[in-house]
């Protein structure tokens, strides 16, 4: 008989991708903030060019 239970390991990668990047999205929002409060202007657009790649590679993953 076939157990149900097991998944699909390529599903379980995706699942795990999707975390990490959520994860990434998190803390990137978080040091945008932060920068924004430094009136770190240069580390605000870097952080905000970084997070763009993040949530296009969570685009891609979803």
């Not at 157990?3 to 040091?31: A, D, G, V, W, Y």
Request: charged residues 30%; positive net charge.
């Amino acid at each position: 008989m076939e157990n149900n239970r097991s998944s699909n390991p390529s599903s379980e990668i995706r699942k795990t991708r999707f975390t990490m990047l959520k994860k990434q999205q998190c803390s990137l929002n978080m040091q945008i903030r932060l920068a924004m409060q430094l009136h770190n202007a240069q580390a605000q657009a870097d952080l905000e060019e970084e997070l763009k790649k993040i949530m296009d590679e969570i685009d891609r993953v979803t």
